[in-house]
């Protein structure tokens, strides 16, 4: 089955629900797989969503229905973390105006970012830096902000800095840095050492692997929360396993699409806290969700699911 003809038995489950009060009562039953936060031991469903790529070219338009959508399914359906930054977009801007329309800013799990360096190795100023920051509180609308991270490794002594001071303030809950660019890996396991950090936030997937052997294991020992990045490489998966049908023996682990088998073999990892997968579509923050439900492969299944998809033509 894949993930079109797996959403379009969702979408007819929906009107039967409907019609069937029994049907809703025994799906509440089946709650979000959680990992907690190591500094604090808080639970956060293992699927949240993000907000780059799709979600941010829609913020950019002027219909945010579709985006309405997916936050009003995402916490409607027990998801909690939400990621953004002031770099993407409007999305942190329409992400907050529309959670408090609906209700939903303090329900939501708001992990944003500051960076106002230029460029690697550029100087980040502190002014600019806290206006920044502040501009998050004012669209995020909720206080203590949850999670505020270095985006990108941006002047990590300034910036870090003042999300230390802000955080002994009590204005945010915890603090962290982020990457996605595997050169900078080094400089992130220093900082990993070195600092006080509550998270990372950082890329991985079933073909992108290289924090399994380093940084994952440094995560667990120095008890810091990871976030994860593109469990999709972008559209790189989508692209390779194109046309294909989900193996069957994928439903071992309850993976019914392409996307629940991606974010199923990264949520199988303990050491992996949140996987924050961008989406502008409803049906597929309700199918991403599903990944955070029933089994998870072990590792046999999951050197399986690596042979798998190594053996497909690369996109």
Excluded: C
């Excluded at 190591?38 to 002027?62: D, I, K, M, N, Y």
């Excluded at 982020?178 to 990993?192: A, C, D, G, S």
């Amino acid at each position: 089955m894949n993930r079109r003809q797996w959403l379009g038995l969702t979408a007819g489950a929906g009107a039967a629900l409907a019609l069937n009060p029994r049907l809703v009562s025994a799906l509440q039953t089946r709650q979000l797989i959680t990992r907690a936060v190591p500094s604090s031991g808080e639970l956060l469903p293992v699927v949240g969503l993000g907000s780059s790529a799709t979600f941010a070219q829609v913020a950019r338009s002027e219909d945010y229905s579709a985006l309405r959508e997916v936050l009003g399914t995402m916490v409607e359906r027990g998801g909690t973390v939400f990621d953004t930054a002031p770099g993407y977009g409007a999305s942190e801007q329409v992400a907050g105006e529309i959670a408090a329309a609906l209700g939903l800013s303090d329900r939501i799990f708001w992990a944003t970012k500051v960076n106002v360096a230029q460029g690697p190795g550029a100087a980040a100023d502190p002014a600019r830096a806290r206006q920044q920051i502040e501009m998050s509180f004012n669209r995020l609308r909720k206080r203590p902000v949850d999670l505020i991270q270095v985006h990108n490794l941006g002047d990590v002594p300034t910036q870090l800095g003042i999300l230390k001071e802000m955080k002994a303030a009590g204005r945010i809950r915890y603090i962290g840095v982020t990457t996605t660019n595997k050169p900078q890996y080094e400089e992130l396991e220093r900082i990993m050492r070195s600092q006080p950090l509550d998270f990372i936030g950082i890329d991985y997937a079933i073909d992108n692997r290289s924090i399994e052997g380093r940084i994952l294991p440094l995560a667990a020992d120095r008890g810091i929360a990871t976030m994860i990045y593109m469990p999709f490489g972008r559209t790189r998966l989508w692209n390779r396993v194109a046309g294909r049908d989900v193996p069957a023996w994928a439903h071992e682990f309850d993976a019914h699409t392409w996307g629940q088998f991606f974010l199923k073999f990264v949520a199988a990892d303990p050491r992996v806290t949140v996987i924050t997968p961008a989406t502008s579509r409803a049906a597929n923050m309700a199918d991403n969700l599903g990944a955070a439900m029933g089994r998870l492969p072990d590792e046999a299944m999951r050197r399986r699911m690596i042979a798998h998809i190594d053996a497909l033509p690369a996109s």
